[in-house]
């Protein structure tokens, strides 16, 4: 999926959530950071990508409770949710904030638009 440049959202990535990163292990460790501190967990999401090694499907609505460990957030952002009474992690990019806070919201449309855009560590 392509989405329009949006400038204001470039800006913020640039400026705020990968600035000083002069490497793929340094983009994706400051992806890592910004998305912990700024998601407020727990917060619901619905799934909105069908991912082959995941099994969430599509407009399932799941409890995210935590970014997955640094170590395997090195080549794409996984979180934590809450899927038949274990935690699971799966791939950021197939979900979608239902009723976050601003923040929350806007850190998960960052990673959303950071993955269309077709950007990459």
């Known amino acids: 999926m392509f ?5 204001a959202i470039d800006d913020r990535i640039v400026n705020d959530i990968v600035v000083d990163a002069y490497d793929e292990s340094e983009r994706a460790m400051g992806w890592y ?9 727990p917060v619901k ?9 995941s099994p969430l499907a599509l407009n399932q609505i799941v409890e ?7 170590a395997n957030c090195e080549h794409d952002m996984f979180v934590k949710i809450n899927w038949n009474s274990k935690t699971l ?5 197939q979900l ?3 009723n976050a806070d ?6 998960f449309n960052d990673w959303s638009y950071w993955i269309a855009r077709g950007y990459h560590f």
């Not at 999401?45 to 090694?53: F, Y």
């Not at 995210?64 to 640094?70: A, G, K, L, T, Y």
């Not at 992690?89 to 990019?93: A, D, F, I, N, R």
């Open 96 to 98: 979608e904030s239902i």
């Open 64 to 70: 995210v409770i935590d970014m997955d460990s640094e």
């Open 3 to 7: 989405i329009q440049k949006d400038q």
């Open 89 to 93: 992690c799966v791939p950021l990019k």
């Open 33 to 41: 950071c910004y998305l912990q501190d700024t998601i407020t967990f």
């Open 102 to 107: 601003e923040k929350t919201a806007e850190a």
């Open 45 to 53: 999401a619905k799934c909105v990508q069908l991912i082959s090694t």
